[in-house]
């Protein structure tokens, strides 16, 4: 059965080196829409996010600082939690690697590795980008304009040796080719395309522990080494299920979804980790693309940084969260600016949705006392509306959130609303009310049936104006749901005497602030 079905989903760990950016909120919004409508759906979800807060790049920032990493590691982790509350996001659990149950945990895999005889002591000699906390090839690195070495992802690299425990990832290199090329495993396709060629290559082992500095996981019998960041970060998708103990059935997990800059880690790194400590791969990774500030990538050198919460502070949390799954191909770069927000914002959200349910509402307000109109026989008209809505509700949109095409499912959305709007323009319940009152009850009837399904569908993506709006219309919380909503609720809720209040507006009109104008 549905409701018995476990649904896993993680984002990527944040590492708080610095405020979070929008890219994210971004990430983090588009983790919980698809949390959300797999709760809808009546699965029963584990939703897990938070900061991966080892390495030489957290250390040396609280160097700078004159603090202890464990000092930064508070404060920064507290931004990325702060903005997770603030956007509505839905996590279950927000995770920090510096806490003792992940150090538990790595340690725990890391000792399955080696008693896999997949990990052995030798000496690194190597490219390693502090920012990235990442290895790379010679053959890998691009050079500055001054002529320095950077990595794949135009970070300063630096030469590195010293003593390293390593991994035999060369071993899981046909294991790693066979994953990749399973379908649903990584997308999008491109994504895939580009780690099939870096294994097809071939694959070196991998340096997994460092002694330059010891903020990280102890490596269990090496305690002068700690672990590579990346082997402690990816860990943490087992350590909130409760690894090495029982994890019950959320693994393996059903989408990591991640930014396209770490897949290598995540499709190559994770899973030979996972197989050689006896565990199965994530079922499906997904990388999505950056977000950018007006076209251009933000970095403070440009000073084009953006505050997410801040965003959403100016214009409102569902309406940032839907402009954000409307505007973005998901998996592709996109692009935001304060115009475009609001153009989508009072377009889409207030125009054709708020200004329906106002419409339809406020009448029933006003020309009924509130009360719920009754039906009196459907007509062609109504039955057309009532398959376009059922159709989006129940086909078009899960099935664009299933396969996290979530563009096309909020544009499915929107087209039913387009299809209530020229319902309502066509049927002219205004008029209906001089010419056949009876014939209006049931226009309104069918108006109410749909803006509470058109709800409860978009409540992944805009959860707090949705809410409000069942509110309003008095559905109850255990029908507001996929299969509750389509339910036989609108006649026991219109004979109980139900009476409406005078509706607000759910989406007051945003204006551009005066500096982007």
């Given amino acids: 059965m549905a409701e018995q079905t476990p649904f896993y989903i993680t984002t990527a760990i944040s590492y708080p080196n610095g405020k979070p950016h929008i890219g994210h909120a971004y990430e983090a919004i588009a983790a919980d829409v698809i949390a959300r409508f797999q709760r809808l759906s009546g699965r029963r979800v584990r939703f897990q996010t938070g900061t991966d807060e080892h390495g030489l790049k957290m250390a040396r920032k609280a160097e700078e600082q004159g603090r202890t990493p464990s000092e930064l590691a508070d404060e920064m982790s507290g931004y990325f939690r702060d903005m997770c509350d603030a956007l509505n996001v839905s996590y279950d659990r927000f995770i920090r690697t510096s806490e003792p149950d992940h150090h538990r945990a790595s340690q725990a895999i890391w000792q399955a590795m080696e008693a896999n005889g997949d990990l052995y002591l030798d000496r690194y000699e190597g490219w390693y980008s502090v920012r990235d906390e990442a290895y790379y090839d010679e053959s890998e690195l691009v050079e500055g304009e001054g002529g320095e070495k950077l990595s794949p992802q135009d970070t300063p690299v630096e030469w590195t040796i010293e003593e390293s425990w390593f991994f035999r990832l060369s071993k899981y290199q046909d294991y790693l080719l066979e994953l990749l090329k399973t379908p649903g495993f990584l997308e999008p396709a491109s994504r895939r395309n580009e780690m099939i060629a870096f294994v097809e290559q071939g694959l070196r082992d991998l340096s997994v522990s460092r002694t330059s500095f010891d903020w990280g996981v102890k490596v269990p019998g090496s305690e002068n080494h700690v672990m590579y960041v990346w082997v402690d970060a990816l860990t943490n998708y087992i350590t909130g299920l409760g690894y090495p103990d029982d994890m019950g059935d959320f693994w393996p997990a059903d989408l990591h979804l991640i930014g396209k800059d770490i897949v290598r880690f995540h499709t190559i790194y994770w899973p030979a980790f996972l197989k050689s400590a006896g565990l199965p791969a994530p079922k499906h990774v997904f990388g999505h693309g950056f977000l950018l500030n007006r076209g251009q990538k933000e970095s403070k050198s440009l000073g084009n940084v953006t505050d997410p919460v801040e965003l959403a502070e100016r214009f409102g949390v569902d309406a940032l969260r839907y402009f954000l799954m409307r505007e973005v191909a998901f998996g592709q770069d996109g692009s935001y600016s304060p115009e475009a927000i609001v153009q989508r914002a009072n377009g889409e959200l207030g125009n054709a949705f708020g200004n329906l349910a106002q419409r339809t509402l406020g009448f029933i307000a006003k020309n009924l006392d509130g009360y719920l109109p009754a039906i009196r026989g459907h007509d062609a008209a109504d039955t057309a509306l009532f398959e376009t809505v059922d159709r989006a509700i129940t086909t078009e949109i899960p099935q664009a959130f299933e396969s996290l095409a979530l563009q096309h499912a909020v544009e499915a959305w929107l087209q039913a609303v387009f299809a209530?709007?020229?319902?309502?323009?066509?049927?002219?319940?205004?008029?209906?009310?001089?010419?056949?009152?009876?014939?209006?009850?049931?226009?309104?009837?069918?108006?109410?049936?749909?803006?509470?399904?058109?709800?409860?569908?978009?409540?992944?993506?805009?959860?707090?104006?949705?809410?409000?709006?069942?509110?309003?219309?008095?559905?109850?919380?255990?029908?507001?749901?996929?299969?509750?909503?389509?339910?036989?609720?609108?006649?026991p809720l219109a004979e109980s005497d139900y009476q409406l209040a005078a509706p607000t507006p759910l989406f007051p009109r945003l204006e551009l602030p005066a500096e982007a104008e």
């Fill in 420 to 491: 209530c709007n020229a319902y309502i323009d066509g049927q002219a319940p205004w008029t209906l009310r001089k010419t056949d009152p009876e014939r209006m009850e049931t226009v309104l009837a069918t108006l109410y049936i749909v803006i509470a399904q058109l709800a409860v569908a978009i409540s992944p993506v805009i959860p707090a104006s949705s809410a409000k709006l069942l509110d309003m219309l008095g559905v109850p919380e255990e029908l507001r749901n996929l299969e509750g909503i389509r339910s036989h609720w609108y006649s």
